[in-house]
């Protein structure tokens, strides 16, 4: 036998007569011992994993202002997906949080809201833009500091066709929403003259000059062309669009400044049918512009992004959402929450990749390389950000006030690839 084995033997059998000289405890004692061993090894298996850290996800959208229901439902999209997808970093240690920032849907609060974003190192991810011209400038600041943003609503080519991996977004692009819209004035509407308005933003005027170009091309008469700030008044506008009459007025911007434009102009005698992309796509349109939206042609536009409800797993949550905001999701919601599961997804994996919490550049990576079962779509990114297959959509307005919006018809959807760099 090993000696060393031979020596650990002889001491065990001498502690052992020691105890028995001394006396065991008694028998009634032992039962006791035994609950606080039982007891002190659960209570170490319940202990949380050692602390990792904290991780910190930022949202950038408007939470206030006129454009704050589509923002605030971003915000809200993504809370929630952390809320319930945040699991497995909790479990590898990792205190998770949100950080929402409002951008005010303004380009100069966006830009300085996204150096406090990369100056807080904790953050290793972001969702937003709800706006393409706020999103583009403050992307630079992403870009420079390795930052990940998955966008749910940002249609502009130029934000990914600069090819920063930082940049991502989960819909499609204006380049070819708007042409499906033109495509649907021409064929669907017989549309042989158009009025275009955008707002001078690049959103706004990215869809429509992609619009007028689909229109010339078809040979559509574009009667007007203009952009235009107001917010209040149109008659500018509305007075040389009454005396043009023509078939569709195609109005590129965002809902709250449409919805007072679509009013004035059915005020005024316009009996034509408006046009627009997706950022009509919400219920305050209907409460701005009444029943301008389904008196004369009524309405229609298109989308990147479909109702909650046309999307076959999204109906928990919608329940989930309701129950927790006290409303429907608006547009952009359940992108939202899909942007935040691809963020939560490439942090796990670049975490388990490095051993521990991960670079920015890391999960950068690792955002570009995900492949998410989205409530929305399998999301996987192509070479700049863009999704390689994305679904369009096309919706007749039924609705005149807000609580109706949820009867508007999908007329189509579509699926078609990305145009690319």
């Not at 490095?354 to 995900?370: D, M, N």
Request: charge should be negative; proline fraction near 4%.
């Amino acid at each position: 036998m090993n000696k060393r084995l031979l020596a650990l033997l002889s001491l065990l059998v001498i502690a052992s007569m020691a105890l028995a000289a001394c006396g065991a405890p008694a028998a009634t004692e032992a039962p006791a011992a035994t609950e606080a061993a039982a007891t002190e090894a659960a209570a170490t298996e319940a202990a949380p994993a050692e602390s990792m850290g904290t991780i910190k996800i930022a949202t950038q959208s408007p939470l206030s202002g006129g454009q704050s229901l589509l923002g605030v439902a971003i915000k809200q999209g993504a809370e929630l997906a952390l809320e319930q997808l945040a699991g497995d970093l909790v479990a590898m240690g990792y205190d998770v949080q949100l950080a929402p920032y409002d951008d005010q849907a303004t380009p100069d609060v966006g830009v300085a809201n996204a150096k406090n974003i990369v100056a807080d190192t904790d953050i290793l991810c972001g969702v937003g833009h709800l706006n393409s011209g706020v999103m583009i400038p403050s992307s630079e600041e992403y870009h420079t500091a390795n930052l990940a943003f998955v966008s749910p609503a940002n249609t502009n080519p130029v934000v990914t066709t600069r090819g920063y991996l930082e940049v991502n977004r989960v819909v499609g692009r204006d380049d070819v929403q708007a042409p499906a819209a033109e495509e649907y004035a021409f064929t669907t509407l017989g549309a042989k003259s158009v009025y275009i308005i955008h707002d001078k933003t690049a959103y706004g005027q990215g869809v429509a000059e992609f619009f007028r170009a689909a229109a010339e091309e078809d040979g559509i008469q574009v009667m007007g062309f203009e952009g235009t700030e107001e917010t209040a008044n149109f008659d500018a506008i509305v007075t040389p669009l009454i005396a043009a009459n023509p078939d569709v007025v195609f109005f590129a911007g965002i809902y709250n400044q449409a919805g007072v434009f679509f009013k004035q102009a059915r005020d005024a005698g316009y009996e034509g049918t408006f046009l627009g992309t997706d950022g009509m796509d919400s219920s305050d349109l209907a409460d701005i512009a009444g029943d301008a939206l389904t008196t004369g042609g009524g309405m229609a536009y298109t989308t990147v992004a479909g109702p909650a409800g046309a999307y076959p797993k999204a109906a928990t949550f919608v329940a989930d959402y309701t129950a927790k905001f006290g409303g429907a999701p608006e547009a952009y919601a359940a992108q939202a929450y899909d942007s935040m599961g691809v963020c939560l997804t490439a942090i796990k994996a670049a975490a388990e990749a490095a051993g521990g919490k991960p670079t920015r550049l890391q999960v950068a990576e690792a955002v570009r390389a995900v492949s998410y079962e989205g409530l929305t779509s399998t999301i996987t990114f192509d070479e700049i950000g863009d999704l390689p297959l994305a679904k369009y959509f096309i919706i007749k307005v039924n609705a005149s006030t807000k609580d109706a919006w949820g009867t508007n018809e999908i007329i189509d959807s579509f699926d078609l690839a990305s145009p690319g760099k």
